[in-house]
């Protein structure tokens, strides 16, 4: 078996008993990005010279005898939303494309602390605006399983590095469904953790009261290990919380699976379906009790997104103004005569169409006259939504549902029609409204491409969510 395809834990032992070396390990996944990213094109931006001095360092600790850290010497990949001290940090955007970070993401500082080894940073869809990574301003991740699709989005650099073996591990955000969705078409896992369990400190806003930071990986296990690491409060976001000690770790016998009927809907592909359906019957062998249930709301999700979010992102993206940092046109042309027109043309020439559709879209549901008829309108019904996961969880444990309504489709398949695009994320997007865990592991194939099974927890359920996932894993074996 390649050193590419071990866990972290298998990694671990043979670094700490000496059998490879962490400049090792670091320069096998430098060769085979090398040999493989031309055509995956899963990062923006290298940092081999930088990992490999990491990687010598966790050596020197090593041979002096230390004891190191499970992430120690673990080749990873970082999103590029996501702050590297010193490093070019775009979000996807030529908005950002000349900015150099000042200082390190909480997530990426807690991952420094167990020294890992940063490999790059990965593609994405401009602002972490889209369902494909189609929208990135520099290039078009591709899928590893079938390279003629997408990988997914917006996280879709992360999702393949990993599915690809160009990392251990990797770090996205999730607003929408931005971890699962390309988990489930790259066939990977991917963890979207309760709102506040990872401090967003040095994550690039999107909207505030939806992002969250969760990690990617081949299985459960190695994505708990992560999650364990990056987890916790920060004083410099007031939206961290303490991790709460959980309740009893639950096991999959006995357990109560809820399975709500808003989730499987006309217009699902087959294959997905039996997929999903397969993995429930899987864990109702294995001991759990199937209940049905219903998210009545859960058909509003998408619309009620679809105001909050553009909402926070015309908030949110007024920093980019080509004054402070990023992309600037400082020239004027005839008739420009003041800064504002400098605004105008930095952000008509910076950011894509996808991020102005969502800009104006916002603006206009914020604006004087429709506020409460669409803004404060959608915040209600996000109560209601989360009511609903409130009521299900004094039923059951958890909730089974498929991630995605289909597995990754081709490219340019949906980039015309926004609104198909935007339905993509017809199963995650409640997630991210109601703040709760929710995590996506691969469950079979339909048509020869993955298919994801998303499990939702409670507030907090982190634990029992890897734990079961761990149980499903075997089981699906």
């Known amino acids: 078996m390649e050193l590419r395809d071990l866990s972290i834990q298998e990694l671990h032992e043979k670094l700490a008993g000496k059998k490879i070396s962490a400049v090792e390990l670091a320069q096998e996944f430098i060769a085979h990005i090398k040999k493989t990213d031309g055509e995956i094109c899963a990062y923006l931006d290298y940092h081999f010279d930088v990992a490999l001095t990491e990687a010598k360092e ?14 120690a010497g673990i080749p990873c990949a970082i999103k590029d939303n996501m702050l590297m001290k010193d490093t070019r940090t775009t979000a996807g955007s030529k908005i950002l494309a000349p900015y150099v970070a000042s200082y390190d993401a909480y997530a990426v500082e807690r991952l420094r602390q167990e020294r890992a080894v940063f490999l ?46 160009q990392a251990v591990f990797a770090l996205g955000s999730d607003t929408g469904g931005s971890i699962r969705q390309p988990a489930s078409f790259c066939g990977i896992v991917g963890l979207k953790p309760t709102y506040g369990a990872v401090s967003r400190s040095g994550l690039m806003a999107m909207a505030s009261s939806l992002d969250q930071i969760g990690p990617f990986a081949k299985s459960v296990q190695d ?44 217009g699902m592909e087959k294959g997905v379906t039996e997929a999903v359906k397969k993995s429930i019957a899987a864990m109702e062998r294995a001991g759990a009790h199937i209940i049905p249930i ?11 997104y679809y105001i909050i979010m553009p909402a926070e992102v015309s908030s949110n993206l007024a920093r980019y103004d080509g004054i402070r940092f990023g992309y600037s046109t400082h020239h004027l042309t005839d008739g420009d005569t003041d800064l504002a027109a400098v605004y105008d043309r930095s952000r008509s020439e910076g950011l894509g169409k996808e991020v102005k559709r969502r800009v104006m879209l916002g603006t206009y549901v914020l604006s004087a006259g429709y506020y409460d008829a669409y803004y404060k309108k959608a915040q209600q019904v996000r109560t209601k939504i989360t009511e609903d996961f409130t009521r299900a969880f004094t039923q059951v ?59 939702i927890g409670p507030w907090f359920g982190e634990r029992t969510l890897c734990s079961v996932g761990k149980e499903i894993e075997e089981a699906l074996k």
């Open 223 to 266: 994505v708990e290990t992560v999650f364990e690491v990056i987890k916790g409060k920060d004083p410099k976001d007031m939206t961290s919380v303490h991790f709460p000690q959980e309740a009893p770790l639950k096991k999959l016998k006995g357990l109560n699976v809820g399975v709500p009927k808003e989730y499987f809907i006309e």
């Open 58 to 71: 966790v050596d020197d600790r090593i041979a002096q005898g230390d004891r190191i850290a499970l992430l």
């Open 294 to 304: 219903s998210l009545p709301h859960t058909k509003y999700a998408i619309a009620v």
């Open 120 to 165: 790059g940073k990965t593609n994405m869809d401009e602002f972490a605006m889209g369902s494909s990574t189609e929208n990135s301003a520099f290039q078009k991740t591709k899928n590893p399983v079938d390279t003629m699709r997408v990988p997914g989005g917006s996280s879709g650099g992360s999702a393949a590095a990993v599915a690809s073996r």
């Open 397 to 455: 444990d958890l909730i089974a549902t498929p991630t995605s309504p289909t597995v990754a489709f081709t490219f340019g398949a949906k980039t015309k029609d926004p609104l198909s695009m935007y339905l993509a994320d017809v199963f995650t997007v409640p997630v991210n409204l109601a703040g709760v865990p929710a995590l996506s592991m691969p469950c079979g194939l339909s048509e020869g491409l993955p298919v994801g099974l998303q499990l």
